[in-house]
């Protein structure tokens, strides 16, 4: 059901063109060395999107198709006094946990036009050409950019309300440049007390509402470090309005600050200038350290998981190795972290206030999985769509950094898997709970491949600011555009819509009940994938449980017809005396 | 190894383990097999649970009866800071250790599946692997056979289905937690099995094996054979009242060419007395054989070769067997117990706080435990097996006594080659086959009656947890659940079901008659 523009006429040897994408570099007689079915020859073809390889030497054609946003580094292999087989190449490095090698035949000097076009593609911002995204030109049915309306989504959760107000006092991202236009704070706050906040707060993100508990009126908040530093600066204006975020919850004379790092890290940011808040000044509010890592032990820890899932595991020392990467300790101690919020929220009824440094990393994390252990809403695929365009997007975690699209630092020290963990930690929920999701581990997959792929706008730029700014919703294709016009091959065929299905959700953080997605990092290693056909499975059952539900419905139906034509004759007018 | 996951089951002991849907009650002065209980009646048996329930008194079966009783006992939440409990009497039967309570069951609990043969809080005295006395901090591993003569605080139990439960003494009249310890160390290791609960049980037959074959009966073994189209081997009825092996079935498939008076001689010089017999075959002729090792004592290998060139004379093509010494490639008896003891310290965590601490390393514990290197070790030699009968030869499982891992490697091998195992009735016909009728030793190996030179070691659950790693690979090529699988070890521990009490056939046909 797409409607594509018609491209240029193709030639025969071009691989499958995307509207929008174009062919700039082909090399004949390459020899693609797969680590686990061996080398296979054939053509190379690099394009504005992808790289592409077919092999000539096979009866069924060995295909590598690899978008180039996903490239992290490419190097060159040997020069031309190398000898040897297939010693004489390019090794492209990739994000998503793999390594290509390329041989390359020196006398006919295919290399040096390939290479050079993989850098300029890789990394189109550093050679001054525009990301893929806005050459992209496919038109779907759904226009994903309109998922998320941050009215809409606030009115969902009963906001405004006379506890919460709406302010659009950051509509020019006057307050903070890297938050939305639309921000839900309490309805006591002026606008001068929200500029004297974010005075106090870190890069002005001050403390916003992110979820608000239907029932109780317990809160999440997010916001930055405050700007303490050695000398224990205090803010009247800031403790006087998280006084106010404790006191727009009825239900509790309590407030909790998470600071998501541990303590000894938030006593060294006072050094920078940040801080903690002390407890001697926010009377009622209890401070909680969550003792989670940085993005630099995070992208050390992934890393080595690379090295032990790529390209060969290590048959007898795995386990012990999937340890010593820390990885899944990391997985554990965020989702952990996410649960003591959730226990604060619905049990003890209280309102939590979240952050780390700036709050665009581990309390995008937090605040977001602990929003999709509370509110069934976010387990549907709208929902999670709306979950990251709000939590992940609009509060600018900032993306363009943490994975540096097209950009050939590969070493920058910004870098950072911070979106990843938090898919992980979905998977695992997902794991624990599978009938509590409308979407299945693909969907999770597909957003991690389109993290990197820049083929739409959506995780492209740092902030709501800088997208406007670039025109991202005009230029590019939203990715939810992309997965809301086949959503079945995203749904969970198991998934039990509330009310059926329990509200809440407590993930045990437990290493016994965490395990590694092997679906997502052990994809590439043919030896680890499932053996049953898991997606074909998925798809007859979503067809079965269709079938089912149309019965019922129709039971039903049947059964009120039978029902109305029984009833003796109806009073002709309603009185309230019968009613 | 990378490919496989611990059984989740087996993850966390909940203390919830058994989660059952059995609704065999019913017994002879026979024993009744475990298979084939689907369609049996449980009324009476709730009903009596519900009376029972406010007394605080056990439910007793045909045949049962208390031994010892204490009051007020308190049982502890299994991995838990054991600061809160439930209050209950507890009490040793012949047949059980029994916790009954007034206090309702949490949310949490009531949502679990429960045993019809046990309360919520019962286990089997055969289940019952290691008693400790709670002394404060510390405590104390008690022996079977040794008498307490002080005062018990409080007790520690460990469960071959790796259960864990904690009471406390503490608010018991004085004498009830020394009188209860004692006569739960005299009666949960007996030391004959005629002192098994089976021998009391006292319920009618009722017989509901529909289509689960026992292989006993020589029917049972010609329509298998008819079954898989195996030509060139034979049945013989050297082996009738156990004549030749204890240990092997009456029935005996052997090769067409062989006499029986040579089989007779030949199985002399084999341990157990177990020359070559056949348990499966394909379609084009591969058998699948198994046989012990040569008596120590004998050098040549003479009968042996003769075994193995009968064996070859029985393929239609005359192949070559492919002879897997299972002894040499594979874990032993002893080896699976010191893994299974490991994997059950990280299961069966004594309280919070060392869950805790084994969860930092847990996949490190988990690896050096073994226990899943002997799970890939079963399932990639019953792969390798696999693959030669796929190329169409012949091949001869070959094990000291040729009853443990030829057991698992012979049912592995059918499981992956013939889909009709894979069927609920067709699983327990395989048990009934590979490891009832060819004589697993599952009294010694469940450690049913206590010796001092224990052979335990729980092969059957290495079986079980290479079908869980299969099912997890193969979602939909078996008709049974994991819940099956845990269903099955469970009842491997309970002391009425005769599937699992016996060491062989003979042992089954003697108390049964």
Redesign the interface.
Known sequence: TNVSEPGPPSRPDDPPLLPGEKVQGVAREVTYLCPYSGPARGVLSVTNYKLHFRSMDRDTPYVVDVPLGVVSRIEKVGGQSSRGENSYGIEVFCKDMRNLRFAHKQENHSRRNVFEKLQQYAFPLSHKLPLFAFEYTEIFQDNGWTVHEPIAELKRMGVPNDMWKISKINENYEICDSYPTILAVPAQATDDDLRAVAAFRSRGRIPVLSWIHPESQATITRCSQPLVGVSGKRSREDERYIQLIMDANAQSHKMFIMDSCSSANAIANKAKGGGYESEDAYQNAELVFLDIHNIHVMRESLRKLKELCFPN?E??????G??STYW??HI?CILAGAVRIVDKVENHKTSVLVHCSDGWDRTAQLTALAMLMLDPYYRTIKGFEVLIEKEWLSFGHKFQQRIGHGDDHHSDADRSPVFLQFIDCVYQITTQFPNAFEFNDHFLITILDHLYSCRFGTFLFNSDRERAAEGVKQKTVSLWSFINSHLDVYRNPLYWAPPTYQQVLVPIA????I?LW?GHY?RWNP??R???P?YQ?TRELLVLKEQLERQVEECRREQQSRAARNMATPPRLASPIHS | MAYFDLWPGRKINSGRTSSYEMNETKMSNSFKSYVGFEDHDSKSLNASAEESFTELNPRLLPGEVVIAEAQNVLLFAPVSEQKQGKSGNLSVTNFKLSFVTTEERTKEESGHQLNLLLGEYDVCLSNIDVVYQNMGEKKRRLFPGNNVSGKVKGLHILCKNMKVLSFSFKFSPVGHGKTLTNALLHHAFPRRHELIFAYDYREPYYNCQRDVCLFKALDDWERELLRTGCEGWRLSAINQGFQLSPSLPQWLVVPQAILDWQLGDAARYFRGYRPPVWCWGSQHGAALVRMADLLPTISDRVKENVMLENVRKSHPLRKQPLLLDLSKELPSPRDVMISYNKLRELCAPENLRQFWLQDNHFFSLLETSRWLNIVSSCLCKAIEAAEAIQREETVVLQEGDGRDMCCIIASLVQILLDPHWRSLCGFQTLIQKEWVALGHPFSTRLAHVFTSESEQSPEFLIFLDCIWQLIQQFPAAFEFSETYLTTLWDSAQISIFDTFLFDCERDRHIAST
């Open positions: 595991i048959e007898s020392r795995w386990l012990s999937v340890e899944l300790k554990k437990s290493v016994r009940h395990t092997k052990c030896s680890m499932p053996q049953d898991i499975r």
